[in-house]
């Protein structure tokens, strides 16, 4: 995956990352898992024999 990232809005999440100890990598895989958790449908349970 490539992004192109404006440079100030890369530089302030750098900085923001390294402030709180985190890479930047994995805030970002982070917020990919949580977008697409919110986009998949319920799945419904299954219902055992009866």
């Known amino acids: 995956m490539s ?3 404006p440079p ?3 530089r302030a999440f ?3 990352c ?3 100890g985190v ?3 994995e805030v970002l895989l982070e917020a990919i898992r949580q ?3 919110k986009q998949q ?3 419904p349970k299954k219902r055992g024999r009866k």
């Open 3 to 5: 992004l192109i990232v």
């Open 8 to 10: 100030e809005l890369h």
């Open 14 to 16: 750098k900085t923001a």
């Open 18 to 20: 390294a402030a709180e």
């Open 23 to 25: 890479e930047m990598t």
């Open 35 to 37: 977008f697409v958790a």
């Open 41 to 43: 449908p319920a799945v």
